[in-house]
């Protein structure tokens, strides 16, 4: 089933994915390399398949055939909190955040899947699971830092403005320490001052944590400012893959981005 050998080097690597809907076909064998230390941005006009090929990646959907697989290794029968505790960690269209508690408590929320000490532990607060609290709070502090939400810390996160909500969330995909973050669509509804602010984290995450990142992004500028490798995806097919300047210049994607506003 699995054809090709693994491919050395990519992190993350989608090979030949099929995905179907009834008649829709969402995916008709997408391929996808993400390297190490890079921002690899999927972009397409609405309804391409973006969302559903992030899915495939962390699990939310089984693609009919193709594989998944993550440093060389086939996860592609794994579920998604197993992908997650592999280190595959993900920020969602839209918003995730618990709107009642606050910034830090949203991001404490985010080491829930890494708790070794299970419940029984966390309850009589013991040993192990203790010393598991007191590390993730520490860690909680170093992403607040990180992600300068010093004064937001203990704000509900329901009274922040929609771009403090998006890193707060992402706060919390940061929580799951991972070896790499997918993210789709974190700029959309944002201010151009905030999307400023995010794609200045993209990059300090990029470069400061070492973390690879896939990231689906209708904002062009910013994905063509960003990205080291862009994938095109249209009517659940790749049309483009390379850096932005190859894939600015080629004529299959232009023509799908004249097609997508002239529809
Ligand atoms: N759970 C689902 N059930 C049925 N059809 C789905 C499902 N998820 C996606 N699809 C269909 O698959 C196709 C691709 O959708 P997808 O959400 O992946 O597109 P997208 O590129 O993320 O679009 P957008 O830019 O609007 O977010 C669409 O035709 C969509 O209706
Ligand atoms: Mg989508």
């Known amino acids: 089933m699995v054809g090709k050998p693994a491919d050395a080097g990519a992190v993350l690597e989608a090979h030949d994915l099929c995905l179907r809907f009834g008649a829709v076909e969402a ?11 890079q921002i690899h941005a999927v972009i397409g006009p609405n309804g ?25 290794e086939d996860i592609s029968t794994l579920a998604p909190h197993r992908r997650a505790g592999l280190g595959i ?3 969602f269209q839209g918003i995730q955040t618990y709107p009642s508690m606050t910034a830090r408590e949203n991001i404490l929320s985010g080491f829930h899947n890494r708790m070794k000490g299970g419940l029984f532990r966390a309850l ?16 909680a502090e ?20 929609y771009g ?8 919390r ?15 959309a509804g944002m201010s151009p001052e905030e999307k400023g602010d995010l794609a200045r984290f993209v990059l300090d995450i990029r470069d400061g944590l070492d973390i690879p990142i896939v990231l689906v992004e209708h904002d062009m500028e910013v994905v063509m400012d960003i990205s080291d490798r ?16 190859e894939v600015r210049a080629n004529p299959a994607v232009i023509a799908a981005y004249l097609g997508g506003e002239a529809a």
């Open 230 to 245: 862009v994938t095109v995806i249209d009517f659940g097919q790749v049309i483009a893959s390379g850096t932005p300047d």
């Open 173 to 187: 995909a940061l929580a799951l320490d991972p070896r790499i973050l997918i993210m789709d669509e974190p700029m």
């Open 124 to 139: 009589l607060y013991w040993g192990p699971a203790r010393k598991e609290e007191e590390a993730f709070a520490a860690r």
């Open 27 to 37: 995916l008709k064998s997408v391929s996808l390399r993400v390297m190490p230390r």
């Open 48 to 72: 391409a398949g973006k969302s559903s090929l992030l899915n495939c990646l962390s699990g939310f959907y089984r693609p009919q055939s193709g594989a998944v697989r993550f440093m060389g």
């Open 89 to 91: 960690s993900r920020t």
């Open 164 to 171: 403090m909500r998006k890193r707060v969330d992402l706060g």
């Open 142 to 161: 170093d992403i607040i830092e990180f992600l300068e939400l010093e004064q937001e810390r203990h704000h509900p996160v329901g009274d922040m403005s």
